[in-house]
């Protein structure tokens, strides 16, 4: 397996899916969650890159 070939990334819809809502909502929903995560400590670490600057 070569390096460069990209890991497949897994979804785990445990929590946000109960049934209570439909599978693309929850899917949506921990998207959205991932994306703001990952925006969070972008942000931090650019803030603290500006310091350093």
Known sequence: ???SQK???QF???REFSGE???QE???QVI???T???FE???ENHETEQKVA
């Open 12 to 14: 785990i819809v445990v």
């Open 21 to 23: 809502k439909t599978m």
């Open 32 to 34: 959205e969650r991932q």
């Open 36 to 38: 703001c995560e990952q």
């Open 1 to 3: 397996m070569e390096k």
């Open 26 to 28: 929850a899917f949506e």
């Open 41 to 43: 400590k972008w942000l």
């Open 7 to 9: 890991q497949k990334v």
